[in-house]
């Protein structure tokens, strides 16, 4: 069963990249990569998705490796309102969508 | 605004009771997970639905059962609740298994 491993949290400033990055060393061949954000006391928020390479969007950037074991999270300029827990899910090829801890992004002005 | 619809928001009940939870997916998505986050901790996968079928388990109770409708809404059922119990459960659809979850806003759960 795939499981994800994450840094608990990590602190940064307004206006820096943060690149926060995961372990999933028991990534199946068909699973996919996907981050979410949660704020407090609200539902996981989808950020992005992929498979391998680099993937982005209007909000982050996903690097994936060749050998798809980990992958990286970056969040460029980040904003106060960019502090959230962050969670990395590989997962798909099974019905199973476990979540690891999540990293906790704390941003400061 | 995800699409995905959590009834009730907020659940206040006393231990031994028994409470439905329920959640209407996005439109077209056959899949809906339920997750329970309890006080500062991750989201613990409870199961999975698709188009009616239960397809996964994961550390669910035996004191809480779940179903999908031919509508598929689904509904958490949990039964003979205790303080622990007391958590965010939350739903969530989506169109594949590769993983794009949508949650819903979630139902506050507490047991005095």
């Known amino acids: 069963l795939a499981k994800t491993t994450q840094p608990i949290s990590m602190d940064s400033y307004e206006g820096q990249e943060v690149n926060i990055t995961c372990s999933h060393n028991n990534i199946a061949t068909n699973d996919y990569i996907t981050w979410y954000q949660q704020f407090p006391s609200q539902g996981p928020r989808f950020i992005i998705q992929g498979y391998k390479t680099k993937v982005t969007n209007e909000v982050a950037s996903l690097f994936i490796p060749a050998d798809r074991k980990s992958s990286t999270l970056s969040l460029p300029r980040v904003s106060l309102s960019d502090t959230a827990v962050y969670y990395c899910l590989s997962g798909g090829a099974t019905n199973k969508l476990i979540f690891g801890t999540g990293t906790l992004l704390a941003v400061q002005p | 605004d995800s699409g995905v619809t959590q009834t009730p928001k907020h659940l206040i009940t006393a231990t031994g009771q028994r409470v439905t939870l329920r959640c209407s997916p996005r439109s077209g998505d056959l899949s809906v997970y339920w997750y329970q986050q309890s006080l500062d901790q991750g989201l613990q996968f409870l199961i999975h639905y698709y188009n009616g079928e239960e397809r996964a388990k994961g550390n669910i109770l035996e004191r809480f059962s779940a179903q999908q409708f031919p509508d598929l809404h689904s509904e958490l059922n949990l039964s003979s609740l205790e303080l622990g119990d007391s958590a965010l459960y939350f739903c969530?659809?989506?169109?594949?298994?590769?993983?794009?979850?949508?949650f819903g806003e979630g139902s506050r759960l507490t047991v005095l």
């Open positions: 969530a659809s989506s169109v594949n298994r590769a993983g794009e979850l949508f």
